[in-house]
């Protein structure tokens, strides 16, 4: 009778999550096989497979969208945003956890009230100081927005890991003569990888799917970003579904290569995160 109430309580956990998984995992799916099916296809169906698969469609995508540059522009911005949110967001967060000096409670303060303000209230302000500095339509345009954006996130979550970090390992290094900067990048870095992981997901994320501020900032043909190319397969009176769908298939596989790649540290980060606990 034991046996059977477990295997019943485990019926009724385990469906749901199955549930929530498939939910989860079918979109995926059906973005990757609606993208190599015929327009005739997807308005007979959105939902059934495809009779053959017709990989022109990513080939189409690429050249009417002009993917190629645009991609690059996002790799770009992702790229430079990402290793600056890294390593300033460390410095901030280990110096913020391990040190109680004067201003500390003003930075926190600075970055909760940066977390509460919409980012997107602010995109006219930001317009006109990057137009009165001529900081409009270059590589540079975006990459101190993202940056601002995840920066608050960022040294919160480091800030939060290095305080479960025993002090025993950085006064061991200071008694063996370690400076400051060789504890916290030899010693400490390593150690908060799991959260780093984390960290570089979320950012690259966000910025590789930013939209509004691209939209806005940006004009130039060349510097337009991925977001920004999807537009080009829809219009006032037409979309190609199965081009935009390939578009889309394109510009999410970056995404999901950085996360399976930093899966097992985002894991690694929970468990962590438990037995700290």
Same mark, same amino acid.
């Given at each position: 009778?034991?046996?059977?109430?477990?295997?019943?309580?485990?019926?009724?956990?385990?469906?749901?999550?199955?549930?929530?998984?498939?939910?989860?995992?079918?979109?995926?799916?059906?973005?990757?096989?609606?993208?190599?099916?015929?327009?005739?296809?997807?308005?007979?169906?959105?939902?059934?497979?495809?009779?053959?698969?017709?990989?022109?469609?990513?080939?189409?995508?690429?050249?009417?969208?002009?993917?190629?540059?645009?991609?690059?522009?996002?790799?770009?911005?992702?790229?430079?945003?990402?290793?600056?949110?890294?390593?300033?967001?460390?410095?901030?967060?280990?110096?913020?956890?391990?040190?109680?000096?004067?201003?500390?409670?003003?930075?926190?303060?600075?970055?909760?009230?940066?977390?509460?303000?919409?980012?997107?209230?602010?995109?006219?302000?930001?317009?006109?100081?990057?137009?009165?500095?001529?900081? /409009?339509?270059?590589?540079?345009? %975006?990459?101190?927005?993202? @940056?601002?954006? #995840?920066? *608050?996130?960022?040294?919160? $979550? &480091?800030?939060?890991?290095?305080?479960?970090?025993?002090?025993?390992?950085?006064?061991?290094?200071?008694?063996?003569?370690?400076?400051?900067?060789?504890?916290?990048?030899?010693?400490?870095?390593?150690?908060?990888?799991?959260? /780093?992981?984390?960290?570089?997901? %979320?950012?690259?994320?966000? @910025?590789?799917? #930013?939209? *509004?501020?691209?939209?806005? $900032? &940006?004009?130039?043909?060349?510097?337009?970003?991925?977001?920004?190319?999807?537009?080009?397969?829809?219009?006032?009176?037409?979309?190609?579904?199965?081009?935009?769908?390939?578009?889309?298939?394109?510009?999410?596989?970056?995404? /999901?290569?950085?996360?399976?790649?930093?899966?097992?540290?985002?894991?690694?980060?929970?468990?962590?995160?438990?037995?700290?606990?």
């Amino acid at each position: 009778m034991d046996k059977t109430k477990r295997y019943l309580a485990n019926f009724f956990v385990n469906v749901p999550i199955l549930f929530l998984s498939l939910t989860c995992i079918f979109p995926v799916v059906w973005l990757l096989y609606s993208s190599v099916k015929t327009d005739a296809e997807f308005n007979i169906s959105p939902v059934n497979l495809p009779g053959k698969i017709h990989l022109d469609n990513y080939v189409k995508a690429f050249s009417r969208a002009n993917f190629g540059t645009f991609a690059f522009n996002s790799l770009f911005n992702s790229i430079i945003s990402l290793l600056l949110v890294l390593v300033i967001s460390f410095i901030l967060g280990y110096l913020l956890s391990r040190y109680r000096f004067r201003g500390r409670n003003i930075v926190y303060g600075v970055l909760m009230a940066a977390m509460m303000v919409p980012i997107y209230a602010l995109i006219v302000p930001i317009f006109i100081q990057e137009k009165k500095l001529g900081l /409009l339509n270059n590589y540079f345009s %975006l990459i101190p927005i993202y @940056v601002a954006m #995840e920066l *608050p996130t960022s040294v919160f $979550l &480091i800030d939060s890991y290095i305080k479960g970090i025993s002090v025993d390992l950085e006064d061991a290094a200071s008694i063996d003569g370690a400076s400051l900067p060789r504890t916290m990048f030899t010693i400490i870095m390593p150690i908060c990888r799991p959260i /780093l992981s984390t960290v570089v997901i %979320l950012t690259f994320m966000h @910025v590789w799917n #930013e939209f *509004p501020f691209a939209q806005v $900032l &940006i004009s130039k043909e060349e510097l337009k970003t991925i977001p920004l190319g999807l537009t080009y397969f829809t219009s006032q009176y037409s979309t190609s579904y199965t081009l935009l769908l390939a578009a889309l298939a394109m510009a999410t596989i970056p995404v /999901l290569i950085i996360y399976l790649f930093f899966y097992n540290k985002i894991m690694e980060g929970m468990m962590a995160g438990a037995v700290k606990g």
